[in-house]
Every structure is written in C-alpha cells, then in structure tokens.
C-alpha cells in the first residue's frame, strides 16, 4: 500500500490519541474507578494500534498492543488500577510519542528502545508487581529475549508479525530468505543501488523486512551493506544472480531462513490490524474531545457525542493553504483602500458606490479567514497536565492543577508562540510558589496547592493567567537579590513599591532559586517569558500576596495578521503605530517640554510621561526647510502601565493594515515589527512599541 498519501493524516491523528490518552490517564489516576474513563483510553489504544498496523509501523504496533492487554486486564478487573501501573503506562505513552516524531521527522521507529518496557508490561500483565517487573526488565536477562529462527543474519530479528507472514508463506509452498547485499566502497549512490536491489526482488517475490528500514536505504542512512528477508518460489541461486547482475554490488548472500528455532506464535497482530483500520477512521475524532484532568469526568460523554457529530462536518486544511489564503485576503484589502483613494482623488460616485459594497464583502471575507485561522487555547493548554504531575512528583508537592476557558480562541500565530511562556511560568508556580505540604499545614493551608490556568476574552485582546494559592513573592527579597546580583543599586531598590520590585523578576538573569536545579535557577525562565511574550505584541505582569499566592496574568491580540493602526509621518517617511497600543494624540507647543534628569518629559492630566522624537530614534535626516515646531504632534503608547510620548512630525489618520514580516535579512531591527503596503503601493514600517520604552 502507497502510505505516503496517508502520512499527514496519520501524524495529525495519532498524536490526538497520544494526547487523549495522556489526559485519560491523568483522570483515571484521580478517579480510579471510573470505568468509562478507562473504556475511553482503552479505545484510544486500539485504535492507534490499528492505525500503525495499517501504515506499516510495526514496532509501534506491538508496543500498543501489549499496552492494550494490560488495560484490557484493568478494564476486566483482573488487575487493580495503582499508581505505579499508570507510571508505567505514562512511559508506554512517551514512547510512542517519541516514535510518532521520529516517523514525522522522516526517521525510522527503530530508533526508540522498548524492548525493557516491553518486557515490564508484559510481566505486570503475567501477575509480577511493578517492582519485580522492573527489576526483571533492568537485570536485562537474556533468556528473556526470543531465539531467533536459524539462518538470520547477526542483528537481523523477525518480530511476531514477521513470523507469522513468513509462516503462512511457506504453508503456501514459498521459502523465506535472507539475501545480506554487499555495495562497493567505491559507489556514489548507494540509494539507487538499494532501490534498484528492491525492484529485483520485488520481481522475485514479496520484501517483507529490510534491516536497516527501506526509509533509511532511501536517504542513505546505512554503510555498505544492508539485508532483505524475502519470500519466493525461486530458488536461492537464481536471486543471487538477479542481484549479482546489478553493477556494484560486490557479494550477495542468500540463506534460507529454518523455523525451529523460532519463537513461539502468539497472538496474529496483522490480521488484527486490518480488520482495525476501519475502527480507526471511525474512532479518531472523538478521541481529540478528551478533557484535562481538572475537569470532572461526569460531563465528559455529552461533550465526546457533540464532537463526534461536528468531526463528521469538518475538514483538515494544511496551514500553509490558511496562511496563503490571509494573504490572498490581505492584497484585498490593500487593493481595496488603493481603490478608494482613487475613487475620493477623481471624485467618481459609481466607483465610491461599488466600493461601499466591495467593502462589505471584503470585511466578511477578512473575518471568515480570521475565524477560520483561530484555534482554541486548549491545543496548548492539553499539555500541561501531564507536567504539571510528573514536576509535582519530582518536587514531592501536591497539586491540583484546574483549566478554565480552554474554548478560547487565539489566532494560529499566537498560539504556536505562547507555549513556552505559560510552561516557565508553570513551573515557576510550582517550584517557587507552592509550598511543601508540610509547610502549607504549618500554615493552616490544605496540603495540597492550588494551581490554575485560565483563558478569558477582554476586547480584542485574550487574557491567559497562571494562578497559585501559594507563598508569595517577597518584594523584599527580590530587592536584596536585584541589589546582590548588581542590577539596581540599594537607593533605587529602597525608593522602588512594592509592585515595582516585584516585576524585577523579569530582568534577564534574575532568579532567587538558592541552587541551581533541572526546574529553576539558571536565571533564564521570566526573561523569556517576557520577551516572547511582548514580541507578540502581548503583555506579561504578576500580582501577588505573601501567603496568599501570585497571579501571572499575560494580555495577548488577537490575532497578528491584519490589525488597525495610526499612520504617522516623520519627514517623507510614514510609519505605522499599532491602534492596541495608543493611549492618546496630543498636540504642544515647545514650552510644554520639561527637562528631568536630561530627559525630556510632558505632563498630561498630572501625570509625567517621557517622550522620544522619532526621528533621532530612527536617524531619519531633517531636510533642509526646517519644520515648524510651534505645534508638536506626540503620540502617547503604552505597554502595561509605562507609557511614552512620540514626537512625529504628522498624523496621517487611522487604516486597516496587513502585517508584512521583515524576512531574515532585517530580522535583527528592534525598532520595527514589521512592514505594510498602503493603498498607494508605498512601504510603512510598524514600529513596535516596546522596543522604544
């Protein structure tokens, strides 16, 4: 079967299940004897197996399988659910993880060693504890691993589907061999010579294995050598000669492969495996409708009916179609202010009618695409679980990790970028703020912390906050720490609020951890968090209480295709201001600039702002007229609660503009976001705010 079309399909819905079953077990750990649960992470199992059989992994196949039969034995209470039997379970799931990626990123299954876990699986599933399983699996006994049949090549195996193929073939009057293929050291393309070997004994009879994976012989990824088992009614003479007849080849070797040696047959994972694809297409999407496990189980078998109906009216689309559509849209939009320019310059009423119109239409398309291009937090969100209970092990801490707005929609943008954030600041939340039991009990606190994560919508904006119930953070000690480490002096950190202080926390290199650990002290997490975070366009601030915990709370666009912006001018220039981040446009006269610490400051309402002329910011020439200043236009911005005056020499007025990236070439200009192409065909760079703070 060509499977190269089935590919993308396979990635995407495998690791759906890999994420289902994750969540099913985090639920089944709370509530162990919630049979549904188990029901659903049983199906999510079987239908991956099916769908690996079906694609040719067998490896990960077979380790699903044994994985199956110790839920299976769960499910008929043969075995009791524990905790140690769901670790074990955890390391089953990471590892199939590991060899889905490998498999997405072109590499062979192989790659992963199983075969211990295998080997514990299958004891706990004979009746052995988790300890004695283990202990079995980490001694390494090599009585435990099956006699290979006679005439394999050293390093060759045949695994149970294998077998069983080879079996039935020579029930059917054919032989199995092994054909081991030497190519001269002196070949160029060993791939060609691989492939042309494969054609021959495709011609001969059916390849059932190569070692190395015949992905591996495509790109190279093997020495000079390689081996074939193959199945045929010629014999052995004449596949050596239709392989010798190949120039560069240097030797060929074929053994007939003798079964007496062989491992016992167990249970046909082939036939199963067909007969399982159909269950797979069927059983795919509900899997993606599995919960975190902060969620009660109770409700969770109306959501799976919703989202089994709405699968069926649903299709996959490639990023890269949505992403070439939003440009399609936005040359749309910048045609279509280009068309009204021209239609307000001449004065032509038809084409000012057909433009009220197109505008409608172009809005609903622009907004269709944006909807289309938004996708909920939960794709983020669904990972964390998972961490959030092996760190919480690892930390010797309870925690009840609670998601809330999970529904919420970010653009696909926003949403690829903002992982990383919410996972330093869940693991500041864990190492650093939730305490130990024993010092939440001496507290008069439960022993287990409270920890949640949750999405909301806020205009145009959505608001994701990391909460804990935990110890706080000490201004006090992060002014000593900022002080220690030299990054403010001791004047600044004594005259700085509390609330001030605090935010030191993001300043690169800042951390309080006493000793560095594989959670925290290096010094890097809130750094990151915070300029990833505002190269968003977003905003990252904390509130916190001591003994009562902190609130991480991140403001993000919505989207960062097409936005609405002032347009401003500096000489002949025109740069674009983000509408998000203006407070306010201001007209002053020279005498409203103050001089503070050889700063130039304004006041507006009893407040200081500082302010920055753009065109020295950016070196942008003065011409030789001189402008007159007896009126200055400030634009004031804002990211959190700082705030800025721009001085340009214009204001141009509000548009709808379609961010354009910079490309690699100009990527390193902190001062710009971006670029636009206004109506008129002209450039304007999107200046970013926080860069000019």
């Given at each position: 079967?060509?499977?190269?079309?089935?590919?993308?399909?396979?990635?995407?819905?495998?690791?759906?299940?890999?994420?289902?079953?994750?969540?099913?077990?985090?639920?089944?750990?709370?509530?162990?004897?919630?049979?549904?649960?188990?029901?659903?992470?049983?199906?999510?199992?079987?239908?991956?197996?099916?769908?690996?059989?079906?694609?040719?992994?067998?490896?990960?196949?077979?380790?699903?399988?044994?994985?199956?039969?110790?839920?299976?034995?769960?499910?008929?209470?043969?075995?009791?659910?524990?905790?140690?039997?769901?670790?074990?379970?955890?390391?089953?799931?990471?590892?199939?993880?590991?060899?889905?990626?490998?498999?997405?990123?072109?590499?062979?299954?192989?790659?992963?060693?199983?075969?211990?876990?295998?080997?514990?699986?299958?004891?706990?599933?004979?009746?052995?504890?988790?300890?004695?399983?283990?202990?079995?699996?980490?001694?390494?006994?090599?009585?435990?691993?099956?006699?290979?049949?006679?005439?394999?090549?050293?390093?060759?195996?045949?695994?149970?589907?294998?077998?069983?193929?080879?079996?039935?073939?020579?029930?059917?009057?054919?032989?199995?061999?092994?054909?081991?293929?030497?190519?001269?050291?002196?070949?160029?393309?060993?791939?060609?010579?691989?492939?042309?070997?494969?054609?021959?004994?495709?011609?001969?009879?059916?390849?059932?294995?190569?070692?190395?994976?015949?992905?591996?012989?495509?790109?190279?990824?093997?020495?000079?050598?390689?081996?074939?088992?193959?199945?045929?009614?010629?014999?052995?003479?004449?596949?050596?000669?239709?392989?010798?007849?190949?120039?560069?080849?240097?030797?060929?070797?074929?053994?007939?492969?003798?079964?007496?040696?062989?491992?016992?047959?167990?249970?046909?994972?082939?036939?199963?495996?067909?007969?399982?694809?159909?269950?797979?297409?069927?059983?795919?999407?509900?899997?993606?409708?599995?919960?975190?496990?902060?969620?009660?189980?109770?409700?969770?078998?109306?959501?799976?009916?919703?989202?089994?109906?709405?699968?069926?009216?649903?299709?996959?689309?490639?990023?890269?179609?949505?992403?070439?559509?939003?440009?399609?849209?936005?040359?749309?939009?910048?045609?279509?202010?280009?068309?009204?320019?021209?239609?307000?310059?001449?004065?032509?009423?038809?084409?000012?009618?057909?433009?009220?119109?197109?505008?409608?239409?172009?809005?609903?398309?622009?907004?269709?695409?944006?909807?289309?291009?938004?996708?909920?937090?939960?794709?983020?969100?669904?990972?964390?679980?998972?961490?959030?209970?092996?760190?919480?092990?690892?930390?010797?801490?309870?925690?009840?990790?609670?998601?809330?707005?999970?529904?919420?929609?970010?653009?696909?943008?926003?949403?690829?970028?903002?992982?990383?954030?919410?996972?330093?600041?869940?693991?500041?939340?864990?190492?650093?703020?939730?305490?130990?039991?024993?010092?939440?009990?001496?507290?008069?606190?439960?022993?287990?912390?409270?920890?949640?994560?949750?999405?909301?919508?806020?205009?145009?904006?959505?608001?994701?906050?990391?909460?804990?119930?935990?110890?706080?953070?000490?201004?006090?000690?992060?002014?000593?720490?900022?002080?220690?480490?030299?990054?403010?002096?001791?004047?600044?950190?004594?005259?700085?609020?509390d609330a001030d202080a605090v935010?030191?926390?993001?300043?690169?290199?800042?951390?309080?951890?006493?000793?560095?650990?594989?959670?925290?002290?290096?010094?890097?997490?809130?750094?990151?968090?915070?300029?990833?975070?505002?190269?968003?366009?977003?905003?990252?601030?904390?509130?916190?209480?001591?003994?009562?915990?902190?609130?991480?709370?991140?403001?993000?666009?919505?989207?960062?295709?097409?936005?609405?912006?002032?347009?401003?001018?500096?000489?002949?220039?025109?740069?674009?201001?983000?509408?998000?981040?203006?407070?306010?446009?201001?007209?002053?006269?020279?005498?409203?600039?103050?001089?503070?610490?050889?700063?130039?400051?304004?006041?507006?309402r009893g407040q200081i702002i500082?302010?920055?002329?753009?065109?020295?910011?950016?070196?942008?020439?003065?011409?030789?007229?001189?402008?007159?200043?007896?009126?200055?236009?400030?634009?004031?911005v804002h990211v959190g609660d700082?705030?800025?005056?721009?001085?340009?020499?214009?204001?141009?007025?509000?548009?709808?503009?379609?961010?354009?990236?910079?490309?690699?070439?100009?990527?390193?200009?902190?001062?710009?976001?971006?670029?636009?192409?206004?109506?008129?065909?002209?450039?304007?760079?999107?200046?970013?705010?926080?860069?000019?703070?």
């Open positions: 079967m060509e499977t190269n079309q089935y590919m993308e399909m396979f990635l995407d819905e495998s690791r759906e299940h890999l994420q289902s079953l994750n969540d099913g077990l985090l639920s089944l750990e709370n509530d162990p004897e919630d049979l549904s649960v188990l029901n659903e992470i049983f199906r999510n199992a079987h239908t991956l197996k099916g769908m690996s059989a079906t694609m040719g992994y067998t490896k990960t196949a077979e380790l699903t399988h044994d994985m199956e039969n110790l839920l299976d034995m769960l499910r008929k209470e043969q075995l009791k659910v524990s905790s140690e039997i769901i670790d074990v379970i955890f390391k089953c799931v990471d590892s199939l993880q590991e060899m889905v990626e490998n498999i997405g990123n072109g590499e062979s299954e192989d790659l992963v060693d199983v075969s211990d876990l295998v080997r514990m699986v299958n004891a706990i599933a004979k009746g052995e504890s988790v300890e004695q399983a283990g202990a079995g699996s980490a001694g390494g006994e090599a009585a435990a691993a099956p006699a290979p049949a006679a005439g394999m090549p050293e390093g060759c195996e045949l695994n149970d589907t294998d077998m069983l193929v080879v079996k039935e073939a020579k029930n059917s009057g054919l032989v199995p061999y092994w054909v081991h293929v030497e190519i001269a050291d002196t070949c160029l393309l060993k791939s060609a010579r691989s492939y042309m070997v494969m054609n021959v004994l495709d011609e001969l009879g059916d390849v059932i294995k190569s070692v190395p994976p015949a992905q591996d012989l495509e790109q190279e990824k093997f020495e000079h050598s390689f081996d074939v088992c193959l199945v045929t009614d010629a014999e052995a003479k004449r596949v050596e000669e239709g392989v010798t007849a190949i120039s560069e080849i240097s030797a060929v070797k074929v053994t007939e492969i003798k079964l007496d040696g062989a491992k016992k047959e167990q249970a046909p994972a082939a036939p199963a495996a067909a007969k399982e694809a159909p269950a797979a297409k069927a059983e795919a999407k509900p899997a993606a409708a599995a919960k975190p496990a902060a969620k009660p189980a109770a409700g969770n078998n109306a959501k799976h009916d919703k989202k089994a109906h709405v699968a069926g009216q649903s299709v996959r689309v490639d990023i890269e179609k949505l992403d070439t559509l939003m440009n399609l849209v936005g040359e749309l939009v910048t045609n279509k202010v280009r068309l009204e320019q021209i239609g307000m310059t001449h004065r032509l009423t038809e084409l000012t009618e057909t433009l009220e119109q197109m505008d409608r239409v172009t809005t609903d398309l622009q907004s269709v695409v944006m909807k289309v291009r938004m996708v909920p937090v939960s794709q983020v969100f669904n990972r964390f679980p998972r961490m959030v209970r092996d760190l919480a092990k690892e930390l010797n801490k309870d925690i009840n990790l609670t998601i809330e707005g999970e529904d919420t929609e970010l653009d696909r943008t926003v949403i690829d970028e903002i992982g990383d954030p919410l996972m330093h600041l869940l693991r500041n939340s864990l190492d650093h703020g939730v305490e130990h039991p024993d010092e939440r009990e001496a507290k008069g606190k439960p022993r287990t912390g409270e920890v949640g994560l949750i999405a909301r919508h806020e205009g145009n904006n959505v608001v994701i906050m990391v909460t804990d119930d935990g110890s706080g953070i000490n201004a006090d000690k992060i002014r000593n720490k900022a002080v220690e480490k030299g990054m403010i002096s001791r004047d600044e950190a004594d005259a700085l609020p935010r030191l926390i993001f300043l690169p290199g800042f951390s309080t951890a006493e000793q560095i650990t594989d959670v925290s002290g290096r010094g890097v997490g809130m750094d990151v968090v915070r300029s990833k975070i505002e190269s968003l366009g977003g905003h990252v601030d904390v509130e916190t209480k001591i003994d009562e915990g902190s609130v991480f709370k991140i403001k993000l666009p919505l989207t960062l295709a097409i936005i609405q912006a002032m347009l401003v001018k500096v000489q002949d220039e025109m740069y674009a201001i983000p509408l998000g981040s203006i407070d306010s446009t201001i007209n002053i006269t020279p005498d409203d600039i103050k001089t503070v610490q050889n700063k130039e400051v304004i006041v507006i500082p302010i920055t002329r753009l065109n020295e910011v950016l070196s942008v020439p003065r011409g030789s007229e001189a402008t007159d200043e007896d009126d200055i236009f400030v634009v004031v700082h705030k800025i005056g721009i001085v340009v020499d214009n204001l141009i007025g509000q548009q709808e503009i379609v961010i354009k990236t910079l490309g690699k070439l100009l990527s390193g200009l902190k001062m710009l976001a971006g670029a636009t192409i206004l109506g008129d065909g002209h450039v304007a760079m999107i200046l970013d705010v926080s860069a000019l703070m």
